[in-house]
């Protein structure tokens, strides 16, 4: 595909995107994200278990959304949106007054195994630095994956990063077990909170 259309259709969908988002309310006190959402079996426990949040929960799969969004309509929850988006594009179609102050939650990624794929791996420095713009000081990153080899190497690029600091111990915010996790034999978590900016002197 010639650069030139390619990157017509990424504006044509942060468009889209855009326009989504103004009919989210992204000025909620309390903004959780999951990304990766799969059939939404997470994000809906996890709404319906708090319900003073409001959540976006992100995939790029129509057909998961369609069975994530039947489940929240049962239950009667009002405080989920389900976007259909790619991370780095919704990341870049956020207004920049956004702010998640409670929980990113990132569960089960792709590992890209192959190292000529590494590159596609989401959690990399710029993909936080990106993110950590959008947090709130202590709002919490939260990683679990059951690829060791990504977990290694998330945990150093996350431990390095200045906008993010490691909290090893702390307990994961909420459990609720989802199909990727059911068929993992194991599985490695993080937890890191958004760092407060230097004060100025």
């Given at each position: 595909m010639p650069i030139e259309e390619a990157q017509a259709i990424q504006h044509q969908r942060l468009t889209a995107l855009r326009d989504?988002?103004?009919?989210?309310?992204l000025d909620h006190p309390a903004l959780t994200l999951e990304i990766g959402c799969g059939h939404g079996h997470f994000m809906a426990?996890?709404?319906?278990?708090?319900?003073?949040?409001?959540?976006?929960?992100?995939d790029i799969i129509k057909e998961r959304l369609e069975k994530a969004d039947r489940k929240t309509t049962r239950a009667g929850l009002q405080n989920v949106t389900w976007l259909r988006a790619a991370a780095e594009d919704l990341l870049e179609a956020l207004p920049s007054g956004t702010r998640f102050t409670r929980n990113v939650l990132v569960l089960f990624p792709d590992p890209w195994p192959k190292r000529r794929h590494w590159k596609n791996r989401l959690i990399q420095g710029p993909f936080l630095s990106r993110l950590a713009q959008l947090c709130a000081p202590g709002c919490q990153l939260c990683f679990r994956t059951d690829h060791a080899p990504y977990f290694?190497?998330?945990?150093?690029?996350?431990?390095?990063?200045p906008d993010w600091q490691l909290q090893p111990g702390a307990p994961w915010p909420f459990e609720q077990r989802t199909v990727f996790e059911a068929r993992a034999p194991s599985f490695q978590s993080l937890v890191a909170v958004r760092a407060a900016p230097p004060s100025a002197e």
């Open positions: 989504t988002l103004t009919r989210v309310p426990a996890y709404a319906e278990a708090h319900p003073d949040e409001h959540c976006i929960a992100i290694e190497v998330a945990h150093e690029v996350v431990a390095a990063h």
